[in-house]
């Protein structure tokens, strides 16, 4: 008995051991100085789990789908009978992985190594995916995941086609122009499929592969975010997988009682503060405030840090005579949730000076467009205030060095100030000790740097001092991007616990900077590229070419006429509500887009009753777009629904409760249905956001009157 313990208590230590090493690939690039782990046991399956782990961990994610270790998950061989269709091929494909874990009946242990074999292959296709549309380099890859033997007759533009129908059925569309769809596809289809297969009981929860729930999570938040809306779809099941993630490894409790002593210094901590942040950027995609500070402070407490602005003395500019208050960053690192591992209490001031920052090609100094450092610059040795620095930071004032999740934490917390404050410049300029204290850091993550430039770049474009500057720095961010440096794997660690836009977002937000910059044909070129025909619209409508842009449209829709996308564009230039139809035809009745077209249309010409209809349809398709309850609602309000209309302006404030229109809309169909107690708390929460309404207090002084509240009254009086 004490025998088969041991044994069993090895097996879950190895398979653990696997799911670690797949989880570190996204926490640390690959060590080049350790070499890579040997296989472990005797079962054959180790080897080819040895070798996919290591092409992973590599960066060779092409080589790990066309290993062994794929030719034994989709058959011995690359030869597919059902290539006339994707949907059919996908099946066949998705059968074979199912005959893979059930034909050939072996032990529990067995049926688990299987299952990490196949969410290995899941995770090579993820990151394959990733690599194309979110942190490069450009590599030339088949537009099919695997190296299928009879290829000739596949017409793969169909295929991508349908890989984009599948990841948009939700209701939105793409946010641009994306590459190798499948491999997407292919990566969800097999996560789920293994994650039904685990909660069917088909394993005894002795081996229960908890990580599971987590990678389809992070599957799920990557095809949000090359989305352009909200999905309600996706939300739900991320409600559900991030819920499963944080129960399994929320704290370091968790993290450690599941890998033990396969854990690094520190790395149960770094994983626990891992789970949060990306928790609380799904919070923040949703537009939920409270979780997502919920969820970002408990990051920052399991990275065992604590943050905290102040001011000191210093120099923002090159012509600066007298020093001023800088807003700075603090950090002070603390023990996490009882790992023993960090140092002792350490404070500094993440700052950056560019007298002793000298590695980093004095990027402080300011260049020809601009007099402005990038960093402020802080008093020198001296001065009456070098006692309280020397208090705080070490001589040379150099800033105190951060791990990477640390810095992953610092930057989360720019999220949270951009969904938690109104939007306009102090904004980003209580970002700035956060951007400015990953600027001083020595060394970062390429995800962290590029997530940090991007937060500069839009801090920057709000001041016309540095808005040449942002313009230049979001060039290189571009094409560094593009670049062959750094390398594969060092891209990919953090890529899911920052808010890094995908590929076409970023171009498209290039695009945009252009415009704003007066540069409408570099943008117009930009735009085209990324087939973001409503950009292009706009900027042909800038440089009075309207007639150009119709016609570029109706050429691609020569080329793509199942377009759902291209349709709605050319409905919105001409006007035509027959544009919106054929859009609405040839996505199955599918475009939300389309509806809320029509929507609008039907409720310009006081067609109530339809506009009503539409905008309920859209929003079965999408609940979460920004204002289409609060259209709903006015439509319905118009077609004398009052049901429909308060159900629709509720709606409206769940999703945004500083909608102060909304609460408004909400008290005055109370005081309708003669309801004053619930008109009362409307009508207070409206004013929260619409305090120079004289209607709304004379309103609220009414209602109050009839609750009783003679205090309100007079105070309104």
């Known amino acids: 008995m004490a025998s088969e313990i041991e044994s069993n208590n090895r097996d879950v230590q190895i398979l653990r051991s696997y799911e670690l090493r797949l989880l570190r690939c996204t926490l640390s690039p690959p060590s080049h100085t350790n070499s890579q782990p040997e296989p472990i046991g005797s079962l054959h399956l180790h080897l080819h789990l040895h070798h996919i782990l290591v092409c992973l961990e590599t960066g060779d994610y092409v080589g ?9 998950v989709f058959g011995s061989s690359f030869t597919f009978h059902s290539i006339e269709s994707a949907e059919g091929f996908y099946s066949e494909l998705i059968g074979r992985v199912e005959s893979f874990m059930l034909n050939e009946p072996e032990d529990e242990y067995a049926s688990a190594c299987r299952i990490i074999l196949v969410m290995c292959v899941a995770v090579a296709a993820l990151f394959a995916f990733t690599q194309c549309n979110m942190t490069g380099p450009p590599e030339e890859l088949s537009s099919c995941p695997l190296p299928l033997v009879n290829i000739e007759s596949i017409q793969f533009v169909e295929w991508e086609n349908w890989a984009r129908n599948q990841l948009i059925s939700a209701g939105s569309d793409l946010i641009g122009k994306f590459s190798k769809c499948q491999f997407l596809v292919l990566a969800k289809m097999l996560l789920m499929r293994m994650r039904d297969f685990l909660f069917e009981g088909s394993l005894s929860s002795t081996y229960g592969i908890r990580s599971i729930s987590w990678w389809l999570a992070r599957l799920l938040l990557i095809q949000q975010r090359i989305l352009d809306e909200r999905s309600s779809s996706l939300c739900d099941l991320l409600q559900v997988t991030l819920g499963e993630t944080l129960h399994h490894f929320g704290t370091f409790k968790k993290v450690y009682c ?9 790395e149960a901590s770094a994983i626990a503060s891992v789970v949060h942040l990306e928790a609380g950027i799904n919070e923040y995609i949703y537009g939920r405030v409270d979780p997502c500070r ?13 943050l905290s602005v102040t001011g000191v003395l210093g120099f923002r500019t090159v ?11 603090i950090t002070k690192t603390v023990p996490s949730n009882g790992a023993g591992t960090y140092p002792a209490v350490t404070t500094g001031i993440q700052t950056h000076d560019c007298t002793v920052d000298k ?4 990027t402080n100094e300011p260049d020809e467009t601009c007099d402005i450092y990038m960093t402020p610059k802080l008093l020198e040795k001296g001065s009456d205030f070098e006692i309280n620095i020397q208090s705080i930071q070490n001589a040379g004032h150099a800033a105190a060095p951060l791990t990477e999740i640390q810095q992953a934490v610092i930057l989360a917390h ?11 410049e102090l904004q ?3 970002m700035a000790p956060y951007i400015e204290a990953i600027d001083s850091q020595q060394s970062s993550y390429f995800t962290l740097r590029s997530f940090c430039d991007i937060l500069r770049i839009r801090w920057e474009l709000t001041r016309s001092r540095t808005k040449w500057r942002a313009l230049e720095l979001m060039e290189k961010l571009v094409k560094g991007i593009q670049g062959p440096s750094p390398g594969v794997a060092e891209r990919i660690p953090f890529i899911c616990s920052v ?3 995908v590929v076409p977002a970023l171009q498209k937000e290039y695009g945009e900077t252009l415009v704003g910059c007066g540069l409408i044909g570099e943008a117009i070129t930009v735009f085209e590229g990324l087939e973001l025909w409503d950009n292009l619209i706009y900027c042909n409508c800038l440089l009075g070419k309207k007639a150009a842009a119709v016609e570029l449209i109706k050429t691609r829709l020569s080329e793509l006429p199942n377009d759902p996308r291209l349709w709605c564009s050319l409905g919105d230039v001409t006007n035509n509500d027959d544009c919106y139809e054929k859009a609405l035809e040839v996505s199955k009745n599918r475009s939300a887009r389309a509806k809320r077209s029509l929507a609008r249309s039907a409720y310009n010409r006081g067609d109530y009753e339809k506009s009503k209809l539409l905008w309920e349809s859209a929003m079965a398709l999408n609940s979460l777009y920004p204002d289409g309850w609060f259209a709903l609602g006015a439509a319905s309000l118009k077609a004398r629904d009052v049901e429909k209309a308060l159900d629709a302006f509720t709606r409206a404030v769940q999703l945004d409760p500083e909608n102060g229109e909304a609460w408004n809309n909400i008290a005055c169909l109370h005081m309708i249905k003669k309801r004053s107690k619930e008109a009362f708390i409307a009508f207070k929460e409206a004013l929260k956001f619409k305090r120079d309404s004289w209607q709304l207090w004379e309103n609220y002084s009414h209602v109050a009157m009839d609750v009783g509240n003679i205090g309100q009254v007079r105070f309104n009086s």
Request: net charge negative; with cysteine.
């Open 359 to 362: 590695n980093k090609n004095e």
């Open 319 to 329: 012509h600066q005579v007298d020093p001023k208050a800088q807003r700075v960053l």
């Open 258 to 266: 599941y890998w033990g002593t396969e854990l690094h210094d520190g």
């Open 428 to 430: 980003r300029w209580d």
């Open 499 to 501: 808010y890094l836009p």
């Open 294 to 306: 919920k969820h970002f402070e408990s990051a920052e407490e399991a990275a065992g840090i604590q």
């Open 414 to 424: 720019c999220l949270l100030i951009e969904k938690s404050s109104r939007q306009d």
């Open 64 to 72: 790990a789908l066309s290993s062994d270790a794929g030719r034994i």
